[in-house]
T-cell receptor
Framework: KAGVTQTPRYLIKTRGQQVTLSCSPISGHRSVSWYQQTPGQGLQFLFEYFSETQRNKGNFPGRFSGRQFSNSRSEMNVSTLELGDSALYLC?????????????FGPGTRLLVL | GENVEQHPSTLSVQEGDSAVIKCTYSDSASNYFPWYKQELGKRPQLIIDIRSNVGEKKDQRIAVTLNKTAKHFSLHITETQPEDSAVYFCAASKKTSLTTDSWGKLQFGAGTQVVVTP
């Protein structure tokens, strides 16, 4: 089975711009979770999507949003970028039937905001 | 909400020695505890996990123990090798049918940088 894929792998943006990141889960997985990884804050949960619905959300401002398509692919969007949004954005997929399921991570998108 | 603390933040060991990383969690409803290894520039990779109905699990040189009463779990790596050098993260999650605030969410510890010197 192919693993979780993310595109693009690297992005450079300037403050005030917006960005869209994409995640394709493992075939058959219906849940996609997004995480932000920074040296200072570690791995922080952004949100989770299952069957095109956001089921759970972390403590991030409304500038961070996402969606999921019928094929389970997910996108996250960050609007009005700030310098502090520079991070590695990771998505993880699972079957989505329970919180104790194994999550498999993608390679991440490294975002640099200048 | 859940809070996971991980210690130590850095760990240097000689090749062949054992390494132990400890995590504590705050939410007694947490019932799934995975460990991830992240090499520099790579994605986090699951190396072992344990569920709350099990006290210990072993996979070759890696073992995890869980103490539900004390709310802590530990990763043990024996006979360390240079390729074990990486950042290790513990995490906790829970499954509940009553609320959705646990869905798809892993609460991670801050990570442990393990350096294995030959």
């Amino acid at each position: 089975k192919a693993g979780v894929t993310q595109t693009p792998r690297y992005l450079i943006k300037t403050r005030g711009q917006q960005v869209t990141l994409s995640c394709s889960p493992i075939s058959g997985h219906r849940s996609v979770s997004w995480y932000q990884q920074t040296p200072g804050q570690g791995l922080q949960f952004l949100f989770e999507y299952f069957s095109e619905t956001q089921r759970n959300k972390g403590n991030f401002p409304g500038r961070f949003s996402g969606r999921q398509f019928s094929n389970s692919r997910s996108e996250m969007n960050v609007s009005t970028l700030e310098l502090g949004d520079s991070a590695l954005y990771l998505c993880a997929s699972s079957h989505g039937t329970g919180g104790e399921e194994t999550q498999y991570f993608g390679p991440g998108t490294r975002l640099l905001v200048l | 909400g859940e809070n996971v603390e991980q210690h130590p933040s850095t760990l240097s060991v000689q090749e062949g020695d054992s390494a132990v990383i400890k995590c504590t969690y705050s939410d007694s409803a947490s019932n799934y505890f995975p460990w991830y290894k992240q090499e520099l520039g790579k994605r986090p990779q699951l190396i072992i996990d344990i569920r709350s109905n099990v006290g210990e699990k072993k996979d070759q040189r890696i073992a995890v123990t869980l103490n539900k009463t004390a709310k802590h779990f530990s990763l043990h790596i024996t006979e360390t090798q240079p390729e074990d050098s990486a950042v290790y993260f513990c995490a906790a999650s829970k499954k509940t049918s009553l609320t959705t605030d646990s869905w798809g969410k892993l609460q991670f510890g801050a990570g442990t940088q393990v350096v294995v010197t030959p």
